[in-house]
């Protein structure tokens, strides 16, 4: 008599089991479609692999030339025509924004504003630090004999390697499962951002730029020595090619209510127009065109994705025309 009973509470055991994870499932998945409703506007996210990211490269795939970076196909240099190669990170490659709202097109635009005089070529490519523009000069920029070399350079140019940054643990533990959940949902990205958050405000993990701080506020360790070194074998590289050039410096874009010297990491900026003005190279520190756009978010593709946005990428082309323009018109005359 009691084997029916035992088996009938097991039976209703089972079936509330099954309800339940039947309920947590309808629930995420109802939660998973209102998220992507509800930052339908969102296409790109600052690490390049999220979900919404993936969704930027499937409604926008890039264009890859032959050499592997997003711009047209480059063909034999032709006489009279002065080419400026662009090498740079994410900033240049421009994530987030169409090929022409990037500064690379939009110089190429004002510059030929009168006549196809110009070329411009944009050789970014996203994650890339000083020592992957090195690699980049020597494989693909000086091979198509540029006229003027303009590094873009950003803070975290400075880091040979990832590894010591702050890391925050997955919401997920499990490696494979986590990087599936973050290519592919919404609701667990945006979930494990605020976990991360969390753990940085709990102190269990290290802000960016606290991290920065503590590895290259000193500049007599040896990363920071490391990075000063590259930077200065690319400068020597391209001078030993007598090509000129220059360099245009963005900074991390956050709100300073208007003030250029409160940029965190500025000191990073302040070392790279040490090497500038010691090596005679003149360089565009982009402090000043930000600092006083308000809101900041107006400076960022998106809420997740703070890479420049298409018009924090027209006021930067604006300062390096106005920087470099007639020195570029005065050699294409030459």
């Known amino acids: 008599m009691n084997a029916p009973r ?3 509470r097991k039976g209703q055991v089972f079936g509330t089991l099954v309800l339940l994870v039947v309920s947590i499932g309808v629930a995420l998945l109802l939660a998973e479609f209102a998220v992507r409703f509800i930052h339908r506007d969102i296409t790109t996210t600052g690490d390049n692999k999220s979900f919404f990211a993936r969704k930027w490269y499937r409604e926008q795939p890039p264009i890859v030339n032959a050499l592997g970076f997003r711009e047209d196909e480059i063909s034999e240099k032709r006489a009279g025509i002065y080419r400026i190669a662009i090498i740079g990170d994410s900033l240049t490659y421009g994530q987030g924004i169409l090929d022409n709202d990037r500064f690379s097109n939009l ?18 490519r996203p994650g890339a630090e000083t020592h992957h523009h090195r690699q980049i000069l020597a494989e693909a920029v000086l091979p198509q004999k540029p006229d003027f070399i303009l590094l873009q350079w950003f803070v975290n140019d400075v880091e040979i390697s990832h590894a010591e940054r702050g890391a925050t643990a997955p919401l997920i533990p499990w490696i494979r499962l986590n990087k599936v959940l973050h290519q592919r949902s919404a609701l667990y990205y945006l979930v494990n951002r605020q976990f991360a958050s969390l753990q940085r405000s709990l102190g269990h993990a290290e802000d960016y730029v606290e991290n920065m701080k503590r590895r290259f506020g000193d500049p007599s360790t040896t990363e920071s020595k490391t990075a000063a070194n590259e930077l200065v074998r690319l400068i020597e590289t391209i001078s030993e090619n007598d090509i000129p050039m220059g360099i245009v410096l963005f900074p991390l874009l956050v709100d300073v209510q208007g003030d250029p010297a409160a940029y965190p990491l500025g000191f990073l900026i302040d070392r790279v127009l040490a090497t500038c003005s010691e090596h005679e190279i003149v360089c565009l520190d982009l402090r000043h065109v ?3 756009v308000s809101p900041t978010s107006d400076l960022w593709v998106n809420r997740y994705d703070k890479h420049p946005s298409a018009i924090a990428n027209k006021l930067a082309s604006d300062a390096i025309h106005d920087r470099f323009g007639s020195t570029w018109r005065e050699e294409s005359e030459l």
């Open 6 to 8: 035992q088996f009938s």
């Open 107 to 124: 110089l190429r635009s004002g510059l030929n504003d009168n006549g196809e005089t110009f070329e411009v070529f944009n050789f970014g």
């Open 290 to 292: 930000f600092a006083p």
